[in-house]
């Protein structure tokens, strides 16, 4: 990866004409949000998150399930600048964001060309009767006062797929854009990090980050926290 200043950085946000921000964990840490590393660190030696976030658990150990995901939570989280900024380019630009975040800031900031890669906590639904369900409801019981069939939060857990719509939406966006910007994740979560072949040749990538990714084409670099730069769009 080519390194370049924030200067430099700037400047290759003002030239894109579409783009495309694929984002992780560390853009929502300055909001108060947890990166899913530390999860493990809490939850050493006790059972892993894998198999907490798993439909088998969901399904065979309900309360269990339950329990964990709402450690999860944080409705009291706000978006920051980077969520806000973000937000605001899709006003001048045509600006898409595909976020592996579950924890539904873009959408609160504002972003209307959002692909929640993931799904969101927020988006919370029966599995018996696929009525949808307040947050608030959900946080208050995992049963559901109408049928009495188990809610859950609408992510993709370890053994579901991927929403269909959801990744070829992804792809388009990645596809047309002449920038993408890869902000606040180390990049290694498949398929989502499989979105960067799907970029055109001409196409500019800018990775807007603390510690260096595994690219197999050319990028730029900004070694820096991102709420810095967000802060000069
Ligand atoms: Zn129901």
Redesign the pocket.
Known sequence: METIDQKQALHLIKEGKKITFLTGAGISTPSGIPDYRSLSGVYQGIEQPEYLLSATCLIEEPQKFYDFIQTLYHPNARPNMIHSKIATLEKTKETWVISQNIDGLHKTAGSHNLVDFHGSLYDCY??????KVSVEEYLTSDR?L????Q?RPGIVLYEEGLDQQAIVTAIEAVEQSDLIVIVGTSFQVHPFCDLIHYTSEEAVVLVINQTTIQLNRHAYFLNEEAESIFENI
């Not at 029966?126 to 009525?131: E, F, H, L, T």
């Open positions: 029966c599995r018996n009767c696929g009525q559901h109408v049928c009495g069939g809610l």
